[in-house]
């Protein structure tokens, strides 16, 4: 038994057996979130500026190195602490969760997931020295990473390669493409850029993908596009175009090959977008508790909890968010290489369960909470709007899900209709 005290919460993902790790990483995420996250939203939603503030809290707390290991001066969180953490955070602030998200993939994939895939003993030294540098940026330096895919085309749905290309070059790549929805852009020190290694035969092969950290000061690397969008605002996702840019091999975050092995190995990897919009229905779930019980801090003490359709409602959230949490719960703690099929169909369950119930959970709140809930100084609309974003990213919207989920229940590998 370890000697920390119970939380004085119920952390997003639930009341679970956490280590000792874990709860002082949530008190954290959550003193971090209810102090500092939560009083900032409403600014970067309206300005749809990125929550700078934020992430000096984060970098100071060490939190930019969550999953960086130990032994590289990193808090060594494995995957599931990172997903109760990432949780915690979207509960106060969505677009810091989401954009935070994408900063610990570059630590995550290069660290616990490629621990995870096979490599040779030349790709593992390789690696091994190259996320040294990697992840001394983010202890050291407190860098922070962006991670830059789609493309507008099938790419990001891993159904075609990337259109950005890289060419090799003495001591490095050369870079020429385009990425759209870059969050963090204009915010990150590095852009961990997915994109096809260009062989010069004109036969671009998804196999060849590259993922490769492209410094913000690079010649040739510019940001452009308006970011006034719906929801996810502070996430400031605009375009990034590189031409002929110099990346140095030190630069490789993965050796030749690893990404698209690791795509295949760890679906996982994938889930990591989920908490944040975990978080957001949390938040939206409470809000609706202390607005019909008559205590959000600042409006007048009117209680609307008396009536039975508010209470059936508030029962309905509930057990939506009850359900969603069990399997969040649930994929995370299985989540690993090679999953089982029973365990990949429960992942991509969970996946559309909290993508598509985190707006249900919204909705359902402004329903019962009425009117005067919507209005802007509230947090309600934010969290409505906030949610609706999360079953639109790929490569696992809601859509793709249910179609992978339909196919590959229906079929297994290799089989077709004559
Ligand atoms: C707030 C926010 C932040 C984001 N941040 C990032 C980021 O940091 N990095 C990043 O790389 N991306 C990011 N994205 C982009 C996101 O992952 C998607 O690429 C983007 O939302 C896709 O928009 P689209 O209009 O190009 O979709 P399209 O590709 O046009 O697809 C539209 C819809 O069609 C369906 N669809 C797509 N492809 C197929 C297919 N092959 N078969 C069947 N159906 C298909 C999907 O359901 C999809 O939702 C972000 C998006 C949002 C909303």
Redesign the pocket.
């Known amino acids: 038994m370890d000697a920390l005290p119970a939380l004085s919460f119920v952390p997003a993902v639930g009341d679970l057996a956490f280590t000792a790790k874990q709860r002082s990483l949530l008190s954290l995420a959550n003193e971090l979130g209810r102090t500092r996250f939560a009083p900032r939203a409403a600014q970067w939603d309206r300005e749809a500026s990125f929550p700078f503030a934020n992430y000096d809290d984060l970098r100071q707390a060490r939190l930019l190195a969550l999953c960086v290991p130990e032994s590289n001066g990193g808090l060594g969180a494995d995957y599931a602490t990172y997903m109760m953490v990432a949780a915690e955070i979207g509960r106060f602030c969505g677009a810091t969760a989401?954009?935070y998200n994408?900063h610990i993939c570059s630590t995550l994939w290069t660290g616990l997931l490629a621990d995870g895939i096979a490599m040779t003993p030349a790709q593992r030294e390789e690696h091994m020295r190259r996320r040294d540098l990697h992840f001394r940026r983010v202890v050291q330096d407190g860098a922070v990473y962006?991670?830059?895919?789609?493309e507008?085309?099938?790419a990001?749905?891993g159904?075609a390669p990337f259109g950005t290309t890289a060419r090799k070059v003495e001591g490095g790549w050369i870079v020429n493409g385009r990425?759209?929805?870059?969050?963090?852009s204009g915010a990150a020190d590095f852009y961990g850029v997915l994109c096809t290694e260009d062989k010069g035969d004109e036969k671009p092969d998804a196999r060849d993908t590259l993922y490769l950290a492209v410094p913000a000061s690079s010649e040739g690397l510019s940001i452009s596009g308006e970011w006034d969008?719906l929801?996810?605002r502070g996430?400031v996702?605009r375009n990034l175009a590189f031409k002929e840019v110099f990346v140095s091999d030190d630069e490789q975050l993965m050796p030749r090959g690893i990404y698209y092995k690791g795509a295949q190995t760890w679906p996982a990897m994938f889930f990591t977008l989920a908490p944040t919009y975990l978080g957001l229905a949390n938040a939206a779930y409470d809000f609706t508790v202390s607005y019909l019980r008559g205590e959000v801090p600042g409006e007048p003490p009117v209680k609307r909890r008396m009536y039975p359709t508010k209470q059936i409602s508030v029962a309905q959230m509930r057990i939506q968010l009850e359900a969603m949490k069990s399997i969040f719960t649930r994929a995370i703690l299985e989540a690993g290489p090679d999953p089982s099929k029973d365990a990949r169909m429960r992942l991509y369950a969970a996946h559309y369960s909290v993508m598509e119930g985190a707006n249900d959970i919204a909705r359902l709140a402004i329903r019962t909470c009425g009117g005067q809930s919507m209005m802007k100084h509230l947090p309600l609309e934010r969290l409505y709007r906030d949610s609706r974003?999360g079953s639109?990213?790929?490569p696992w919207?809601?859509?793709?899900v249910l179609?992978r989920m339909g196919r590959e229940t229906l079929y297994e590998a290799g089989e077709r209709d004559e």
């Open positions: 989401l954009t994408m962006a991670q830059p895919f789609s507008g085309s099938a990001a749905a159904r990425k759209i929805f870059a969050s963090l969008p929801g996810m996430t996702s974003c639109l990213m790929l919207t809601a859509e793709l179609d």
